[in-house]
């Protein structure tokens, strides 16, 4: 397939794009800067340093959307909720404009989203067809999904990947949590009882290649692994991993003076369940949360 890919020098889409070099995939990499992801990616790519240089869509088979200001990272200025909310929204509304510019549009757009979509839940357990919880974090996905929805057509089958914590070698979420946990200071966060929705990367990057290869899917699929585990159990699984204790919580007002509005992502957490991802035919590698991590900490 010829492919056109946002986002493909972060964390997840770097993953992928080795995925779907090997399956011999040509792609068209979106990015502000190309010398620098030449050098990351490779020369055997075509590059784009700008969307609006093009007019439609109709050479590509396929579009994949990742692009998207890091939501975990700076504190939550006004500014930085608009950098969030701009980065997302404005690359999606142009491809889909694209898209219906397109007289042989591509046959798919896979987009990322994320649970952040589901809002705070407790302790109740959440699906794709679940009510969300009015926030910040709701906001920025709601519009981000309705968005790449608008592409849907008879030519174009739309997927929506609700994403949840990605958990992979050198980078990503682990890579910010694991020094605490190296040094025997890490556990959970409080009490630990909140939802930790999680999937490792592989599995995601799999559920890309499943969802652009199957012809019958559309709509929206959590992106997160079918057993969720509160932060204890999370953190007992990184600490076995690596052989290290984790039994030092870290105070909820810690983190709410150091992230501000913030921490609500990592406070509140959710238990998110795959029920549309495992109807479409998906088979995790990963379901449990400590092989997948043994994978990544001990390999």
Request: with cysteine; net charge neutral; glycine share 8%.
């Amino acid at each position: 397939m010829k492919i056109l890919i946002t986002g493909a020098t972060g964390f997840v889409g770097k993953q992928l794009v080795a995925l779907l070099s090997q399956q011999s995939h040509q792609l068209t990499i979106v990015t502000r800067n190309i010398t620098q992801a030449t050098q990351t990616l490779g020369a055997e790519h075509q590059y784009l340093d700008d969307l609006n240089q093009l007019k439609n869509l109709n050479d590509f088979d396929s579009v994949i959307n990742l692009a998207g200001e890091p939501i975990v990272g700076k504190r939550w200025s006004n500014q930085q909720k608009q950098q969030i909310c701009d980065s997302r929204w404005n690359i999606t509304a142009l491809l889909t404009q694209l898209i219906k510019q397109s007289d042989t549009p591509p046959a798919s757009f896979i987009s990322a989203s994320a649970i952040g979509f589901y809002g705070r839940q407790g302790n109740t357990p959440v699906d794709e067809d679940s009510q969300a919880h009015d926030e910040f974090s709701h906001q920025v996905c709601s519009e981000w999904e309705h968005l790449a929805l608008k592409a849907q057509s008879e030519k174009t089958r739309v997927c929506v990947l609700r994403i949840g914590i990605v958990l992979g070698k050198n980078g990503g979420a682990l890579a910010k949590m694991l020094p605490p946990f190296k040094l025997g200071l890490g556990g959970p966060i409080g009490k630990g009882v909140h939802g930790v929705s999680w999937i490792h990367i592989d599995d995601l990057t799999q559920l890309i290649l499943h969802l652009l290869t199957t012809e019958q899917a559309h709509g929206v699929f959590n992106a997160t692994a079918p057993n969720p585990v509160n932060h204890k159990q999370f953190a007992e699984s990184i600490g076995s991993s690596l052989n290290r204790p984790a039994c030092i919580p870290t105070p909820v007002i810690a983190l709410r003076l150091a992230m501000g509005e913030m921490a609500d992502l990592i406070v509140e957490g959710q238990f998110v369940l795959p029920k549309r991802t495992l109807a479409s035919g998906f088979n995790y590698k990963y379901p449990d949360i400590s092989p997948a991590l043994d994978s990544i900490l001990k390999a």
